[in-house]
């Protein structure tokens, strides 16, 4: 009887250890995957920064170097139009 009920409580112990043991598991692949996302985020997060960067270098170029020659240009050529309508009108 005192056998038999040292055999039930084994049991039931192990039984308990299973359950735990599963249940461990899962939480550690939600965890690694949990993990992968948030490393992923970063990645995408540390992309995004870059290329953020890369255009607003690229904006100040055009800002500082390609935008007052296409004044220049626009202006010489408001000029031409200017000249040629009052040579047509004469």
Request: hydrophobic content about 30%; some cysteine.
């Amino acid at each position: 009887s005192s056998r038999r009920d040292a055999q039930k409580a084994d049991a039931h112990l192990r039984s308990e250890i299973d359950i735990l043991k599963k249940s461990s598991e899962r939480f550690v692949s939600s965890e690694q995957r949990s993990k992968q996302k948030v490393l992923a985020l970063q990645e995408a997060v540390k992309r995004a920064q870059l290329l953020t960067r890369d255009l607003e270098e690229k904006v100040l170029v055009v800002t500082n170097d390609e935008v007052p020659v296409l004044n220049e240009e626009k202006c010489k050529r408001e000029s031409e139009y200017r000249q040629i309508k009052d040579a047509a009108t004469k």
